[in-house]
């Protein structure tokens, strides 16, 4: 075998990586060990500032083919011909915890995918629920506080919750989803994903349709009840990342088939629910699924800092073909994600290998901290220009979007009962055991909040269904 020597990062190899270079044996240790010194100085720096949400997480390298042609909607060339395959890279999470808690946690699920197309990348940073607790992105710092710690004690906090949510009642349907059995999946494999927030298709005659993207796993649905999440969270807090990487090593590669719910641009004006409300679904009913492929995960991370950690994923990584919308929570993300990334990897993130596109990036950008490739070498860095540089592509120009009304700030214009519509839906379609379930998954939490606070929320629950709202007012009562 050959002899593989051990260096510094100058290049120069080490003499030793045993002992330190001490003034004598029983003396202390010399200043002049550059070698030391430069160890535990790397050392010191292996960690970066995690993600503020979604720190604890899993990932694989995947494919995804096409099987179902929906050119009409969308000239987005990862969607050019059935057959057609994409490489991807997936990121699941949990939202709430720190970059060591436990994957079994009553949470949503993040489930991000990177398409490596020949566009550029496209990101799908959606969750495992088809909704979220919020709609405006102002509130968001504020609800992932009720989330995160308290201030004094440092403690999780039922009462901070459950305060948040009884104030904010468009949390109801997403709160109901929660605490229904799919709060606790049977990790990674056995949940589905969604893009949560409505997107934009834009086809070759540069027609707009509202999309929705949802990936249904094949695996099928499986849930851990209350107990055995929380024993899990005990015994083995990997439990999700362990499942996922154990399955891909064995060659038991998962999948998700993806399908989109289309909605033509003017009809949002028509429709009764506002589509781009991010606390709610468009009804099946009205907006059936139509297939588009499949998502598969087939090799595990080699190194899971370089490929899982530093993976950046934001909503506003699209190309040609897919567009965004009006959804503020959507808006808010597009800041927010990308800022994220610049404050944990630095300005220069994208050219990471794991977030670097398959294409050819040309631009003027330029320096920043850690900028690793050839800066751009010694090509103009501005346009316009006499010299052969990168130019605009207008032919990509999006149809414009309609706008009126006056600039200020809007709750969103649904009617006053429309937040506890689905969440009553939801509740109704469960079996009488998911029910009960669900019942003692929220009293297990909102007992420890203070007797106002329960009031509140119990009259939300009741405006969904009585006999829901009910239950849970008995389950408080015998707490
Ligand atoms: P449908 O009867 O057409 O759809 C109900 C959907 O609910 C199913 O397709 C399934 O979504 C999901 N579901 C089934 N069982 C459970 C369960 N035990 N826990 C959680 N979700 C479950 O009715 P609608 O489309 O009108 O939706 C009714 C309610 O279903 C909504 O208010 C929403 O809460 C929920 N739902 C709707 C989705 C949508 O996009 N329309 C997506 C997911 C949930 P899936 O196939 O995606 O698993």
Redo the contacts with the bound molecule.
């Keep these: 075998m050959k002899k593989i020597p051990l260096t510094m990062a100058n290049g120069k190899p080490v003499d030793d990586n045993q002992n330190s270079l001490t003034a004598g044996s029983r003396g202390p240790v010399l200043m002049q060990d550059v070698y030391l010194q430069e160890k535990l100085a790397h050392f010191d720096r292996e960690e970066i500032p995690e993600r503020i949400v979604h720190a604890k997480g899993a990932g694989a390298h995947g494919t995804f083919t096409v099987t179902n042609d929906i050119t009409q909607y969308t000239k987005a060339a990862i969607f050019s011909e059935v057959g057609k395959q994409t490489r991807t890279f997936t990121r699941f999470s949990t939202v709430g915890g720190e970059r060591g808690s436990a994957d079994t946690a009553r949470d949503p699920r993040g489930f991000a995918t990177k398409f490596y197309t020949e566009e550029g990348n496209w990101d799908l940073v959606g969750n495992n629920?088809?909704?979220f607790f919020i709609r405006d992105p102002l509130k968001f710092p504020d609800f992932i506080h009720t989330q995160k710690r308290l201030p004094d004690s440092n403690l999780k906090s039922h009462n901070m919750m459950w305060d948040f949510w009884s104030k904010s009642p468009e949390s109801l349907?997403q709160i109901?989803?929660l605490f229904?059995?799919?709060g606790t999946p049977d990790g990674y494999r056995h949940m589905?994903g969604?893009s949560s927030h409505t997107y934009s298709f834009i086809n070759a005659y540069n027609e707009r349709f509202w999309v929705?993207f949802?990936l249904?796993t094949l695996q099928g649905?499986k849930n851990l009840s209350a107990d055995e999440a929380t024993r899990l969270a005990g015994v083995n807090p990997d439990y999700a990342t362990e499942d996922l990487f154990v399955a891909i090593e064995k060659g038991h590669f998962p999948q998700w088939k993806m399908y989109v719910?289309i909605m033509p641009e003017l009809e949002a004006n028509e429709y009764a629910i506002n589509p781009f409300d991010v606390t709610?679904?468009?009804?099946?009913?009205?907006?059936p699924?139509i297939e588009v492929g499949i998502l598969e995960l087939n090799k595990n991370p080699t190194n899971y800092f370089s490929e899982v950690e530093q993976a950046a994923f934001s909503p506003s990584n699209k190309v040609p073909g897919i567009g965004l919308s009006p959804d503020k929570m959507l808006q808010g993300r597009l800041f927010s994600y990308p800022d994220t990334q610049r404050y944990r990897l630095g300005v220069n993130y994208n050219f990471l290998p794991i977030n670097r596109p398959d294409v050819e990036v040309n631009n003027g950008y330029r320096n920043g901290a850690m900028r690793f490739d050839d800066n751009g070498g010694n090509s103009p860095n501005y346009e316009p220009s006499h010299y052969n540089v990168p130019t605009e592509s207008p032919e990509l120009h999006e149809p414009p979007l309609h706008i009126d009304g006056d600039a200020d700030r809007y709750a969103y214009d649904s009617d006053a009962n429309s937040d506890f519509?689905?969440?009553?839906?939801?509740y109704r379609?469960?079996?009488e055991n998911?029910q009960k379930d669900l019942v003692a998954n929220i009293v297990g939490s909102l007992q420890y909040a203070e007797p106002m606070i329960q009031e509140l929320q119990i009259a939300h629950f009741k405006k969904a269904d009585l006999a829901y709202g009910t239950a849970i007012e008995e389950g408080i009562k015998n707490a």
């Design positions: 629920t088809p909704i349907h109901t989803t229904s059995n799919r589905n969604y929705k949802h249904k649905i719910q709610k679904v468009w009804p099946h009913g009205d907006y699924l519509v689905q969440a009553g839906n939801l379609l469960l079996s998911e």
